[in-house]
T-cell receptor, first 114, second 112 residues
Framework: GAGVSQSPSNKVTEKGKDVELRCDPI?????LYWYRQRLGQGLEFLIY????????KSGLPSDRFSAERTGESVSTLTIQRTQQEDSAVYLC????????????FGPGTRLTVL | GESVGLHLPTLSVQEGDNSIINCAYS??????FIWYKQESGKGPQFIID?????DKRQGQRVTVLLNKTVKHLSLQIAATQPGDSAVYFC???????????FGKGTRLSVIA
């Protein structure tokens, strides 16, 4: 079956612009995660959605970052007024239910802020 | 493709040799550990996991060892192949309801 998909694969934007990144999780996975990966670094947790529960937003670095998820399907990560330090690969993952269930990752969106 | 981890520690091994990738984790209360493989331009791919009630687990050509006394995790790859070239990340988790914490990664380079 289809894995996690993300779009766009690459996004170049100018400082100060807003960007929206999309994630389509694996069907049937109630948990969805967003991570940020800076060059030469591991993955930083951003936000976690689980079913109809309130999302865990504890990893969002500033109020310029927000995310939404429609039911148990598509999620969008929005970064407002982008800054150069937002340049990174943004990865989405989904799992059956919890953080400790195997997380399946999408290919990521590479964001470059000029 | 993506350039992930240009400044990561690198392990170079000859094709056919065994590889050992090490990871020191941070939280003594962590009870679940995972190894991921990330090839250039792709998202991380699950390799193998282990829970804290075990000290060794084997998969196909891979073995994970857990030493809770010194908070150390290792991934052993037998008969390393060119297709094993990638960045390898360890991750830890506590209780299942907290986010995974990822290490910085190690780049494995296989010399044919």
């Amino acid at each position: 079956g289809a894995g996690v998909s993300q779009s766009p694969s690459n996004k170049v934007t100018e400082k100060g612009k807003d960007v929206e990144l999309r994630c389509d999780p694996i069907s049937g996975h109630t948990a969805l995660y967003w991570y940020r990966q800076r060059l030469g670094q591991g993955l930083e947790f951003l936000i976690y959605f689980q079913g109809n529960s309130a999302p865990d937003k504890s990893g969002l670095p500033s109020d310029r970052f927000s995310a939404e998820r429609t039911g148990e399907s598509v999620s969008t990560l929005t970064i407002q007024r982008t800054q150069q330090e937002d340049s990174a690969v943004y990865l989405c993952a989904s799992s059956f239910e919890h953080h400790s269930d195997t997380q399946y990752f999408g290919p990521g969106t590479r964001l470059t802020v000029l | 493709g993506e350039s992930v981890g240009l400044h990561l520690p690198t392990l170079s091994v000859q094709e056919g040799d065994n590889s050992i990738i090490n990871c020191a984790y941070s939280n003594s209360a962590s009870d679940y550990f995972i190894w991921y493989k990330q090839e250039s331009g792709k998202g991380p791919q699950f390799i193998i996991d282990i829970r804290s009630n075990m000290d060794k687990r084997q998969g196909q050509r891979v073995t994970v060892l857990l030493n809770k006394t010194v908070k150390h995790l290792s991934l052993q790859i037998a008969a390393t192949q060119p297709g094993d070239s990638a960045v390898y990340f360890c991750a830890e988790n506590y209780s299942g309801n907290t986010p995974l914490v990822f290490g910085k990664g190690t780049r494995l380079s296989v010399i044919a």
